[in-house]
Every structure is written in C-alpha cells, then in structure tokens.
C-alpha cells in the first residue's frame, strides 16, 4: 500500500482547517474539514482526526475481519463525542464542526466511512467512481431532482452541509464498500478540490499520473489545479494506490 497527502490553505482563506493523517502500513487514512468561527475549524477536524486515528490504531487486529465497517463507525462515533464535548465546554468553540472521510484498504477490500462532503473516489481502468455520497443540501436537491448535477456545481449554498461531526451529540455516518484489486487508485478529498476541479477533470488528472510509482507528483498535480482554478478554499487530498 502506498499513500501521499498533501493540504495547503489556498488562495483566500486566512488559515487552513483541513486536516489528514495516514498509516500506510495499516492501509489506514482520514481527512477532515473543519468549520467555525476563529480558529475553532482547526481544532474541530484536528480533534478529530486524532480521534479517528487513536481509535483504529488501538484496533488494528479489527481492521482485517468482517468488524472493519463497524470500527470505522466507532471511529466516527468518538470524534462526533470529542468534537462535541470540547464544542460544548468553551465558548469560542461553540458549534464547531467538521465533516470527516476515513478509509482503510485491506484483504482486497477499500471500505470508507464519512460524514459530510469530503468525499471518497476509485479510479480504475480509466473511470472515476465517486464512491461517496455528500451530506450537503445541495445534494438533496439533486436527489429530488430539483437541480442537475451542473446547476449543484455553481449553487451558491453548495457548501451547506446537513451532517458534521460535533454539531450535534449524535450523528449518522453512511459506510461504502467496494473491491481493492491491485492498481486500483482511492482518492479522499476535501471541497476545495471538488469545488474546483469536477470529475472529468479529477479522471483526467488521475489518467496521467495512474502509471507512476510514486503518488506525490498525483496529489501535487490535483492540488495545484485546484489553486489554478481559483483555490477559494483549503484544498487537502490523500492519495492511496494498491
């Protein structure tokens, strides 16, 4: 398993409240992306992310069985406690939140677990499978067919999103599992790439780098698209290929 990630802030916030971690060697990843006022987005997809990897840190041997699912669910569960907890005991930190992505790849299994709209994608053979569902509003709007895909991209309320880890002291998250065969290529992201860049143009990007040994020139490439195309928001990727 090899991974890259790279976040930068880009062009117009003030500071970045993305955050990532991975273990390649447990085929492990999580990002996340946060939101508040101050710095109180940072702490939320920190607390997170350090949450998510204790947990499936501390339960590796689970990783590998049929409890996968249920320990990424469990990992989501504690941050959501976390985000909350803390949210709930300072006032600056009053309804932070994040949207969280998290993923591990093993036994030939990519199974992913998120909450909000940082999203998940297989790239094989040359398709781009988003295997990720937003919890945003606008993507309600597309599910009822009150607006096409294209007419999502440019809603100026597409970064509402209807679930966030901490907001509220439960929360949903939706699990999605797929095949892993080798070659495959897994991308976790945050909006400020998607907001950006659409899927033919990800796909595409994808197709000139699937070749490579190495990821970073891949995660390098996504990122700087998106700040060429405007970087209106923190851009953050991990890239895992089998």
Same mark, same amino acid.
């Given at each position: 398993?090899?991974?890259?990630?790279?976040?930068?802030?880009?062009?117009?916030?003030?500071?970045?409240?993305?955050?990532?971690?991975?273990? +390649?060697?447990?085929?492990?990843? %999580?990002?996340?992306?946060?939101?508040?006022?101050?710095?109180?987005?940072? %702490?939320?997809?920190?607390?997170? #992310?350090? =949450?998510?990897?204790?947990?499936?840190?501390?339960?590796?041997?689970?990783?590998?069985?049929?409890? =996968?699912?249920?320990?990424?669910?469990?990992?989501?569960?504690?941050?959501? $406690?976390?985000?909350? =907890? /803390?949210?709930?005991? $300072?006032?600056?930190?009053?309804?932070?939140?994040?949207?969280?992505?998290?993923?591990?790849?093993?036994?030939?299994?990519?199974?992913?677990?998120? !909450?909000?709209?940082?999203?998940?994608? $297989?790239?094989?053979?040359?398709?781009? =499978? &988003?295997?990720?569902?937003?919890?945003?509003?606008?993507?309600?709007? #597309?599910?009822?067919? !009150?607006?096409?895909?294209?007419?999502?991209? &440019?809603?100026?309320? $597409?970064?509402?999103?209807?679930?966030?880890?901490?907001?509220?002291?439960?929360?949903?998250?939706?699990?999605?599992?797929?095949?892993?065969?080798?070659?495959?290529?897994?991308?976790?992201?945050?909006?400020?790439?998607?907001?950006?860049?659409?899927?033919? #143009?990800?796909?595409?990007?994808? +197709?000139?780098? !699937?070749?490579?040994?190495?990821?970073?020139?891949?995660?390098?490439?996504?990122?700087? +698209?998106? /700040?060429? +195309?405007?970087?209106?928001?923190? %851009?953050?990727?991990?890239? /895992?290929?089998?």
């Amino acid at each position: 398993m090899r991974i890259a990630a790279r976040s930068d802030q880009g062009k117009v916030r003030y500071n970045n409240e993305d955050c990532l971690a991975f273990d +390649a060697r447990l085929g492990i990843a %999580v990002l996340a992306d946060g939101m508040g006022g101050l710095n109180a987005g940072e %702490v939320a997809s920190a607390t997170a #992310v350090e =949450a998510v990897m204790q947990h499936l840190v501390e339960n590796t041997e689970r990783l590998g069985q049929d409890e =996968a699912g249920a320990t990424l669910r469990e990992a989501l569960e504690l941050a959501n $406690r976390r985000v909350y =907890a /803390l949210s709930d005991s $300072r006032r600056e930190f009053n309804g932070m939140g994040t949207t969280v992505v998290v993923a591990v790849v093993n036994d030939g299994r990519f199974i992913a677990a998120h !909450i909000g709209d940082s999203r998940a994608y $297989r790239f094989r053979d040359g398709e781009l =499978a &988003r295997l990720t569902s937003d919890h945003s509003l606008v993507q309600q709007l #597309v599910a009822q067919g !009150i607006l096409s895909a294209a007419e999502a991209r &440019r809603a100026p309320n $597409r970064n509402i999103v209807t679930r966030a880890v901490g907001i509220e002291i439960d929360v949903e998250c939706d699990l999605t599992e797929v095949d892993a065969v080798v070659g495959d290529l897994f991308l976790l992201c945050s909006d400020g790439l998607t907001d950006m860049l659409d899927d033919p #143009v990800i796909a595409t990007l994808c +197709a000139e780098w !699937i070749a490579d040994d190495e990821l970073a020139p891949l995660v390098d490439t996504l990122v700087d +698209a998106a /700040l060429a +195309a405007g970087g209106f928001d923190n %851009v953050s990727v991990v890239a /895992l290929k089998t």
